[in-house]
């Protein structure tokens, strides 16, 4: 069993400015986002221009703190939301989606797109590369926070959380997110971006890969804190929990975006 390293989740405190782990770590995940989408915009394929990058960013930015703190009400604490109203704005309490974020930035792309007449599927294939570091840097705050821990496990690297009340040693799901849904995929997305492919094909692999990379790490992640008991499970699937029911329709998503590899059925009418 290994010990969490019970890390300060403040970062630096200057008298009452304190600032956390977790907002540093999406500073990171934006800057990392702005760094990669300089470098892609000088591809001549590219459909974002290097001038037009800080713009594209700060419209994601947005779409990822707004999508995911409204995905996160909706989806995982709706009663709460409708309890407390005001509990939507209180970023700093805590709780934001991956899945509602992405809807959040997709709505910000069509916006995007429609600002600067680009084909939308151009446009995700190009943000799509951006996003799984931004992901690797939000599970580390995650881990880092104690947050989203696996469930009770005997494996040999099994965790001990200082913050968890059961004292119990649990999967470090947070670090096997970071992986997956982190450097692996930064990996394959990027690597299959590095030259032109079929309009939504780089979107496809993003989708279907993070569905599969989260689906399977569901199975050890102890659900969120308000569903106990059968509630930590999909009534229909009694087995499936809500983050990889959520996951399905990207897998399902990804794989209809892939098929054009296959069966030469374009979205765009253009070719590589």
């Known amino acids: 069993m ?14 009452p400015l304190q600032i956390h782990w977790y907002g540093l770590m999406y500073l990171l995940a934006f800057l990392s986002a702005w760094q990669i989408a300089n470098r892609t915009s000088r591809r001549a394929w590219s459909p974002v221009k290097a001038d037009q990058v800080e713009d594209l960013i700060v419209y994601g930015a947005w779409g990822v703190i707004l999508g995911g703190r ?3 009400m909706l ?11 005001a509990l939507v704005v209180r970023i700093w309490e805590g709780g934001m989606s991956f899945h509602g974020g992405l809807l959040g930035v997709i709505l910000a792309l069509l916006w995007y797109a429609r600002k600067h007449n680009l084909a ?5 294939d190009f943000v799509a590369p951006l996003v799984p570091a931004g992901l ?28 968890d009340p059961e004292q119990l040693p649990r999967h470090p ?22 030259k032109p492919r079929l309009f939504g094909e780089v979107s496809g692999l993003f989708l279907l890969g993070y569905g599969m990379a989260r689906f399977s790490v569901e199975f050890v992640r102890q659900p969120d804190a308000q ?3 059968a509630e930590a499970t999909i009534q229909a699937f009694d087995w499936m929990t809500r983050g990889q029911l959520l996951c399905v329709p990207m897998i399902f998503a990804g794989l209809w975006f892939l098929r054009q590899r296959i069966t030469g059925v374009l979205l765009t009418g253009s070719k590589e």
Do not use: C, K
């Open 173 to 194: 799901s947070q670090l096997y997110e970071a992986f997956g849904e982190g450097l692996l995929l930064f990996v394959l997305v990027n690597w299959y971006a590095r």
């Open 70 to 72: 409204m995905g996160y």
């Open 136 to 163: 690797f840097f939000g599970r580390i705050g995650n881990f880092i926070g104690q947050e989203l821990w696996g469930r009770p496990t005997s494996v040999s690297w099994a965790m001990l959380f200082p913050a």
């Open 75 to 85: 989806f995982y604490s709706f009663d709460q939301w409708v309890a407390d109203p």
């Open 2 to 15: 290994i010990n969490h390293p019970g890390i300060d989740p403040i970062a630096v405190s200057l008298g």
């Open 120 to 124: 939308f599927f151009s446009l995700t």
């Open 227 to 229: 569903f106990a008991g």
